[in-house]
């Protein structure tokens, strides 16, 4: 029997009246690199145990390091106890199992010698490029998943995930970003990557700095892949019931640009947000969230269902329903056209610390990192800095000019949600100084 079952054993005997029960064996290989060098190459391995209850109007969840049965199940017989104080009323049922799932992906190959190479590899790529030093992780895990519920529910699932980011600098400290992200470390273009940040890194050298103002800017996949992220962050039901959402009562409106589709869809065979079931048992499925402009829908799980009278779209989350694999739909070209076709303005290749001044308005701000180029009729001119992006997330989507064709897979730590995602040519883009 698993660590998962001899807990549900316990919330049963308790009479629990729902309750999720997960364990979740993760080993991780990270690298780091600096000034082209390795400095840390590390493998780990560890075991959590989370548990989930909700009765009687009230809620509670506990996550513990802890592999001991016994120790396990004192905590969660206090966690019971200590929420049967509280409250009472009536709890919304978990989804009724049991239920089918896909088959488990394959166990991808992680290997610490092979990953080094290809880390090397992507620091020569960029050296190639123009660079004259890199620095960036690369890291690779695999999840196994187990889990089952008090309403029949369980399953099993392998959750792999590979990352490599760095960055590259030219002589005078200019930068580039190169990113690539795959279920498989083996799937990894390492030196794809390292070209793309010694190419940026060369070609933003001797920035300088412009005014703000409005103005049109293609935004490279990295930048729109972070905006997507947080449209479909902010169609979860919880944060629309909570008034932390710009999407909230937009149902059916227009939200965006006619160009703009966005879907939620976990059951992409061989992707980083793959996964057979949600926190709560559910099945995954696709889910439209903008479809030409208009939205479709909020994510749910079964509470947030229940109160908005519809039915779950197995996105939970147990508390806040949550997205899991994003997609944007493409046009044509690269940011490279897409720049071509204006007249003036900016390209950003990316961007980090986005922070909202507003949730409710969707008014934030974030500030491009690395390479952002100047365009003037069609031609990169040069190169900028010192710009923030003070804008809301309504205007950004509702004024896309046209999307490219060069959609990637987007996840490094702005942007959590893997996110298929094209570049983005938006018009009045308001840009303003930054201090950083």
């Known amino acids: 029997m698993s660590l998962a079952h001899e807990v549900m054993e316990t919330l049963l005997r308790l009479g629990v009246e729902n309750g999720v029960v997960s364990s979740a064996r993760e080993r991780e290989v990270l690298l ?31 996550t513990l390091g802890e592999t001991d049965a016994s120790k396990v199940e004192a905590a969660v017989e206090s966690m019971v106890a200590e929420m049967r104080r509280h409250g009472g009323g009536g709890s919304v049922p978990l989804p009724q199992g049991p239920f089918r799932y896909a088959a488990a992906a394959e166990e991808p190959l992680v290997d610490v010698e092979e990953m080094a190479s290809m880390a090397a590899a992507a620091v020569e790529a960029a050296r190639s490029a123009g660079a004259t030093r890199s620095a960036g992780s690369f890291k690779a895990s695999v999840t196994s998943l187990s889990m089952c519920t008090t309403a029949g529910a369980e399953g099993e699932a392998l959750l792999p ?67 997507a992220a947080e449209a479909g962050d902010m169609a979860s039901a919880f944060y629309v019931d909570m008034g932390m959402s710009f999407l909230k009562d937009k149902e059916g409106k227009d939200v965006a640009s006619p160009l703009l589709q966005l879907s939620d869809d976990p059951t992409i065979p061989g992707c980083i947000g793959t996964r057979p079931f949600d926190d709560e048992g559910s099945p995954t499925r696709r889910n439209e969230i903008i479809a030409d402009g208009v939205l479709q829908g909020y994510l749910h799980n079964s509470e947030t269902a229940h109160a908005h009278g519809v039915a779950s779209t197995a996105n939970a989350g147990l508390v806040a ?21 204006m007249d003036r303005g900016l390209v950003v290749t990316n961007a980090w610390y986005l922070r909202y001044q507003n949730h409710a308005a969707g008014e934030f701000s974030v500030i491009p990192r690395d390479a952002v180029f100047v365009v003037e009729k069609g031609e990169v001119v040069g190169a900028a800095k010192g710009l923030r992006v003070s804008d809301t997330l309504s205007s950004l989507l509702s004024n896309i000019e046209a999307l490219g064709g060069d959609r990637r897979w987007v996840r490094w730590w702005e942007v959590d949600v893997p996110t298929l995602s094209p570049s983005a040519w938006v018009r009045d883009v308001s840009f303003t100084r930054s201090t950083m």
């Open 161 to 227: 995930e590979a990352e490599l980011s760095l960055r590259s600098f030219s002589p005078d400290g200019s930068s580039g970003h190169g990113l690539a992200v795959a279920a498989d470390p083996r799937r990894i273009d390492a030196a794809a990557a390292g070209r793309e940040a010694g190419g940026l890194a060369r070609m933003s050298m001797g920035a300088s700095e412009v005014k703000g103002g409005k103005r049109d800017a293609v935004l490279a996949p990295m930048v729109f892949a972070d905006l």
């Open 321 to 341: 329903p949550r997205p899991f694999n994003l997609t944007v739909g493409a046009g044509k070209g690269g940011w490279e056209d897409l720049a071509a076709e």
């Open 32 to 62: 780091r690199f600096s000034n082209d060098r390795m400095t840390v190459a590390d493998a780990v391995e560890g075991t959590t145990v989370s548990v989930f209850v909700r009765e009687r109007g009230r809620k509670a969840g506990i």
